[in-house]
RNA sequence: GGGCGCUUAGCUCAGCGGUAGAGCGACUCGUUUACACCGAGUAGGUCGGGGGUUCGACACCCUCAGCGCCCACCA
């Protein structure tokens, strides 16, 4: 090659390395003024496959960490692959207006002027709220796009958007006249400080050291108790009906101390005979089993702590005082009466909300529920009968145990923020008659009394309630009819039942047909030590770190290299073996377009490798066999797979051999095919690689010489 | 209290019936025109312990241990 040559070669790629903060922006951006990502825009028959990924949406108050990086590889992984297919691809992007969470970061930045609330008021609150939405709320999603997400943003969705409030409000209504719906007086978790109810997967645990006081009733009755100040609100003591200890009591009747309360003792197989002394106070107003068992023997209850965790005026002298106070103070005088039998120390879990930590105090209080039987029934056949497939199978234990167990769900919430229910108060009617309409709008004029302006119920829903319609309430009316169902679900484990579980049965009830029909778990990626990443503790790691450093094709490359299945313990040398990858197909690139000439065509066009060396048709073969396996594991969700498999050829058959023995070719005469083969390897090799790596392999594809096609996004797998 | 997963080279992990692989790291050699973010090599493992099935096990079964996760209304 003469110095005329070299010079030609450089100016294709440059004579220095790969630098993708250059171009991945620029990349980006072309892909989005192709209005590709749009599946209507796709250049494709009108009657192509659609393939539809509903993207799990990621919180307003989000932003990119390890887990969404992982789950939106794999799916832009899929998107690409599908729509490199001939497939009209549409990947459906949304931000959730997660209540609670959103609620509590609003008034965390509130509480910095001095500012609570419940000061400004609720509708005020909101406004700030949304403020602080359009401020901050697409962040996230700013976040993929540096990611190299190919969602049809021109379709982004938030739950709380007037369009998806319609279909929530439908859901609420639809649920009410199946009868499904309904209001209780219950004790339910309680979250003093955020005011609220919680549903129990909105529940953390935490070892707590404390005590278990054994309290004497009565000679005959002495109970084991780690809550002593909820024994103002006992209404019985519960024995098991096989314990032969107390059979003789069960009927009778003890005196609570301290109050003096006349109560009696029931049978109840909730009891376990073997712990404690085998009796059990029953404090239905302030326990969840208590509860229950109280339904079970009619029980009254007996409010003695509020919602904002203060005693009340059932309990007497100790009204005001915080139930910590208490206890203190209950434990004094018992053992001043000598009915304190003993205290040993008691190490056990207590609920706390997952928001603020706090401990969860069950409270009883007027909440909406919606009865899980029949949907439930819905969601574990659609899986027992394989219309949705759970990867990895064990995983549809995990949902079928929930779904078997499942109690009605406590579908409101005492927050501000949030669809709130569609439920019209009367404001003639009292309590305890009728005296509210569910209905989709308000009514101009009162059907219950006929007079009065009807007041809207102030509570919300549960924001899982509102996320569990996303499939179809993320999509207009006409994409209802193009884009449902979809058809893989991509996400981590927690969120299987939480949100997975509900998708499905809110899909089959309102659509008439399941949501999607895979659904893949990943590995959830930890620090390399095996804790969880977690902002909080520090132990978090960036992912735009990686992007801004290396580009977000490295990131990918790195996340996508590791997650094999199970949980990863991230490791920073993924990301060495990324960049070193980077730079090997920038030069074998470099290579192949310095060696090719200008006038080469892309693609290449008839390549026949039988006519051609021993290792023209040993690279043609091999290329042959990897397209189809990376395709077949990219079908199958193995991503790392295909990755590691795609890695090896291309570096050790492509690189290592046969561009060596290209090197000898390309001066003989002997091997008139060289530049053909060259040039077709790295054409389908940046194509088979673009779903995982798709900046670096665009950008390559544009500089390959007189090709036709805009763009490798919509190249033909 | 149930259930699940993991334990393979220094590190992070593949493999899952026929006597061990990758990435990163280490070491040796290499100043050839794609790449030193490279090439050619080398070292390094009784595949957590014990038992069993088998002609043969890292792979299958049982059991023990350690680590991690999930579920549960044990007061």
């Known amino acids: 090659m003469n110095e005329n040559e070299s010079a030609k070669r450089q100016s294709v790629l440059g004579s220095g390395a790969y630098e993708p903060k250059d171009v991945e922006k620029e990349i980006y951006a072309a892909w989005e003024k192709s209005g590709y990502f749009n599946p209507d825009n796709l250049p494709v028959e009108k009657d192509a496959e659609p393939y539809v990924v509903y993207m799990p949406l990621p919180n307003v108050t989000g932003s990119l960490h390890m887990g969404h990086a992982l789950d939106n590889s794999f799916q832009d992984i899929s998107v690409r692959y599908q729509r490199m297919r001939g497939k009209k691809t549409l990947w459906l992007p949304g931000t959730d207006h997660a209540g609670i969470a959103t609620q509590y970061v609003v008034e965390k930045e509130l509480r910095k002027q001095n500012v609570s609330r419940f000061e400004i008021g609720r509708e005020k609150f909101i406004e700030k709220v949304w403020e602080w939405k359009a401020q901050y709320g697409n962040l996230i999603l700013e976040q993929l796009r540096r990611l190299g997400c190919s969602a049809?943003?021109?379709?982004?969705?938030?739950?709380?958007?007037?369009?998806?409030?319609k279909d929530v409000v439908a859901a609420f209504v639809h649920y009410y006249e199946r009868g499904w719906l309904y209001r209780g007086y219950r004790t339910v978790n309680w979250c003093?400080?955020?005011?609220?109810?919680?549903?129990?997967?909105?529940?953390?645990?935490?070892?707590?050291?404390?005590?278990?006081?054994?309290?004497?009733?009565?000679?005959?009755?002495?109970?084991?108790?780690?809550?002593?100040?909820?024994?103002?609100?006992?209404?019985?003591?519960?024995?098991?009906?096989?314990?032969?200890?107390?059979?003789k009591l069960i009927g009778t009747e003890v005196t609570v101390p301290i109050v003096g309360r006349e109560i009696p003792i029931v049978?109840?197989?909730?009891?376990?005979?073997?712990?404690?002394?085998?009796?059990?106070?029953?404090?239905?107003?302030?326990?969840?089993?208590?509860?229950?068992?109280?339904?079970?023997?009619?029980?009254?209850?007996?409010?003695?702590?509020?919602?904002?965790?203060?005693?009340?005026?059932?309990?007497?002298?100790?009204?005001?005082?915080?139930?910590?106070?208490?206890?203190?103070?209950?434990?004094?005088?018992?053992?001043?009466?000598?009915?304190?039998?003993k205290v040993e120390p008691y190490a056990h879990r207590v609920s706390v909300c997952y928001r603020c930590g706090q401990s969860i105090e069950p409270t009883p209080s007027a909440q909406?529920?919606?009865?899980?039987?029949?949907?439930?029934?819905?969601?574990?056949?659609?899986?027992?009968?394989?219309?949705?497939?759970?990867?990895?199978?064990?995983?549809?234990?995990?949902y079928s145990d929930w779904l078997s167990n499942?109690?009605?769900?406590?579908?409101?919430?005492?927050?501000?923020?949030?669809?709130?229910?569609?439920?019209?108060?009367?404001?003639?009617?009292?309590?305890?008659?009728?005296?509210?309409?569910?209905?989709?709008?308000?009514?101009?004029?009162?059907?219950?009394?006929?007079?009065?302006?009807?007041?809207?119920?102030?509570?919300?829903l549960d924001t899982?309630?509102?996320?569990?319609?996303?499939?179809?309430?993320?999509?207009?009316?006409?994409?209802?009819?193009?884009?449902?169902?979809?058809?893989?679900?991509?996400?981590?484990?927690?969120?299987?039942?939480?949100?997975?579980?509900?998708?499905?049965?809110?899909?089959?009830?309102?659509?008439g047909k399941v949501p999607f029909t895979n659904v893949l778990i990943h590995g959830t990626i930890m620090t390399k030590e095996g804790k969880r990443m977690s902002?909080?503790?520090?132990?978090?790691?960036?992912?735009?770190?990686?992007?801004?450093?290396?580009?977000?094709?490295?990131?990918?490359?790195?996340?996508?290299?590791?997650?094999?299945?199970?949980?990863?313990?991230?490791?920073?040398?993924?990301?060495?073996?990324?960049?070193?990858?980077?730079?090997?197909?920038?030069?074998?690139?470099?290579?192949?377009?310095?060696?090719?000439?200008?006038?080469?065509?892309?693609p290449a066009k008839n390549v026949d490798a039988s006519l051609g060396t021993d290792a023209d048709k040993k690279i043609m073969g091999e290329l042959q066999k990897i397209k189809a396996s990376v395709a077949n594991d990219i079908e199958h969700f193995e991503f790392a797979k295909a990755l590691r498999e795609f890695y090896d050829f291309f570096w050790h058959s492509f690189c290592d051999v046969y561009l060596e023995a290209a090197k000898g070719q390309l001066a003989s005469d002997a091997a008139p095919h060289t530049r053909e083969v060259l040039m077709h390897v790295l054409f389908e090799s940046l194509k088979v690689l673009h779903p995982f790596m798709p900046f670096l392999t665009e950008y390559i594809f544009q500089k390959l010489p007189k090709h036709k096609q805009s763009l490798l996004l919509i190249e033909q797998w």
């Open 152 to 165: 049809d943003w021109s379709r982004t969705r938030f739950t709380m958007d007037p369009a998806y409030a």
């Open 368 to 398: 909406w529920f919606l009865s899980m039987k029949e949907l439930a029934a819905k969601a574990l056949e659609a899986v027992s009968s394989k219309k949705v497939a759970i990867h990895p199978e064990r995983f549809e234990k995990t």
């Open 406 to 460: 499942i109690r009605d769900w406590t579908v409101s919430r005492q927050i501000w923020w949030g669809h709130q229910i569609p439920v019209y108060f009367c404001k003639n009617k009292k309590d305890d008659e009728k005296n509210f309409v569910v209905t989709k709008e308000k009514p101009a004029k009162c059907p219950l009394c006929g007079t009065c302006e009807m007041e809207q119920a102030t509570d919300v």
């Open 535 to 602: 902002k909080s503790l520090g132990t978090g790691i960036d992912p735009l770190k990686y992007i801004e450093q290396y580009g977000a094709d490295v990131a990918r490359f790195a996340v996508v290299w590791q997650a094999t299945g199970q949980d990863i313990r991230w490791d920073e040398t993924a990301v060495v073996g990324g960049r070193k990858f980077t730079n090997k197909i920038w030069n074998a690139a470099k290579f192949v377009l310095g060696s090719i000439g200008e006038d080469a065509t892309f």
């Open 464 to 511: 899982w309630f509102s996320s569990a319609l996303w499939p179809f309430a993320g999509l207009s009316e006409s994409d209802k009819k193009k884009y449902y169902p979809g058809h893989t679900l991509i996400t981590a484990r927690d969120i299987l039942n939480l949100w997975v579980a509900r998708m499905i049965y809110s899909g089959i009830e309102f659509m």
């Open 192 to 247: 003093a400080r955020c005011a609220t109810s919680l549903s129990e997967l909105e529940l953390e645990y935490k070892d707590e050291e404390t005590s278990l006081w054994h309290i004497k009733y009565s000679d005959a009755v002495t109970v084991a108790t780690t809550r002593p100040e909820t024994l103002l609100g006992d209404t019985a003591i519960a024995v098991n009906p096989h314990d032969e200890r107390y059979e």
């Open 267 to 341: 049978a109840d197989e909730a009891i376990d005979s073997t712990f404690g002394t085998g009796m059990v106070k029953v404090t239905p107003a302030h326990d969840v089993l208590d509860f229950e068992i109280g339904e079970r023997h009619k029980l009254p209850m007996v409010v003695v702590i509020d919602g904002r965790g203060r005693m009340t005026k059932e309990a007497g002298v100790y009204e005001g005082m915080k139930a910590a106070e208490a206890r203190v103070k209950i434990v004094e005088e018992l053992e001043k009466q000598g009915r304190l039998v």
